[in-house]
């Protein structure tokens, strides 16, 4: 079994920040990358950050120069510091793991960007 762990979403104005966390474990072989994704209403789930083994990263365009991927020591956490925040960045947003074909989803964590 493998399992993700979120924390951190939550109500925030515009040009405020968050900082999402994630936490693997379970029966995990091979990690090659982690990343967030999310889900607005009425859109699809879409990409918004990814970083490897060796801590390269990418990011949507939407996000760039606002939001920050980064991982722990040992490669079995993920965070995300979310910087000036837009209406248009609210959704669930979601943990993902990949190990080798496979993908692991974390539950999920509501960010809202309200005035």
């Known amino acids: 079994q493998v399992r993700l762990a979120e924390s951190g979403g939550g109500l925030v104005q515009p040009g405020g920040s968050l900082r999402l966390s994630c936490a693997a474990s379970?029966?995990?072989?091979?990690?090659?990358?982690m990343g967030w994704y999310r889900q607005a209403p009425g859109k699809q789930r879409e990409l918004v950050a990814r970083?490897?083994?060796?801590?390269?990263?990418n990011y949507a365009d939407s996000v760039k120069g606002r939001f920050t991927i980064s991982r722990n020591n040992a490669g079995n956490a993920v965070y995300l510091q979310m910087n000036n925040l837009k209406p248009e960045d609210t959704a669930v947003y979601y943990c993902?793991?990949?190990?080798?074909?496979?993908?692991?989803w974390g539950r999920g964590t509501q960010v809202t960007v309200s005035s």
């Open positions: 993902n793991l990949e190990v080798l074909s496979d993908n692991y």
């Open positions: 379970g029966s995990i072989f091979s990690i090659n990358t």
């Open positions: 970083i490897t083994s060796g801590r390269s990263t």
